[in-house]
């Protein structure tokens, strides 16, 4: 791998993180804070790297505050069963298995966070819409344009780059930098 290719792309991830106005972020931990003291939940959703990532920032919220006061955030990654997955994409549609997990398990005053580059997968865009129907507060992580889900979301944190793997390593740094911030805020 030429040092060419890797301080350009170290180069396009910075320039985004420098960029973009975190403001939203607030948003975010201030939910995250509520949730947990009315004993919530938290799903995120999520395909491809997006699961991947929606698995990594489930297992970090869950793990938060296990050291100290034994309890983290309520976390449900809606990607990881895979006997789920397969049971509700072959007999609902691959359209609805997160949709129908949430309906299933969510309650109103939950949050949903959407893992989405493009914003436009019709499973996550389903999930944010049953969240809305349920009174589930909805965060989307988002690249590119943004897509459908930039304007259903109740915050989005969009990242206008046109770059999958820059556009998951964003949904990596704002789920650390939630953490942190519930950390400063003494949860963990």
């Known amino acids: 791998m030429s040092k060419k290719y890797t301080k350009h792309y170290g180069d396009r991830l910075v320039d985004c993180v420098r960029a973009f106005d ?12 509520s949730v947990r003291k009315a004993a919530g939940q938290v799903f ?9 990532n929606a698995m990594h920032i489930a297992n970090d ?12 955030i309520r976390a ?19 359209e609805n298995i997160f949709a129908f997990q949430l309906r299933n398990l969510g309650r109103k005053g939950d949050v949903l966070i959407a893992l989405s580059g493009s914003g ?7 999930a944010v819409a049953a969240a809305a129907d349920m009174g589930i507060w909805t965060c989307a992580i988002l690249g590119f344009d943004g897509g459908r889900c930039l304007e259903m979301a109740d915050v989005a944190l969009h990242f206008p780059v046109n770059d999958m793997q820059i556009a998951e390593d964003l949904q ?3 789920g650390h930098m939630v953490m942190q911030r519930l950390m400063e805020e003494g949860v963990g």
Request: proline content about 3%.
């Open 22 to 33: 975190w403001a939203s972020v607030e948003k975010l931990v201030r939910k995250m804070l």
């Open 120 to 126: 436009n997968s019709p499973n996550v865009l389903k």
């Open 172 to 174: 990596l740094v704002t």
């Open 61 to 72: 919220l869950s793990y938060l505050g296990s050291k100290v006061s034994g309890r983290g």
């Open 76 to 94: 449900v990654a809606l990607p990881a069963n895979q006997s789920v997955l397969t049971c509700l994409a072959n007999d609902t549609g691959y």
């Open 44 to 52: 995120l959703c999520g395909n491809g790297g997006s699961a991947a």
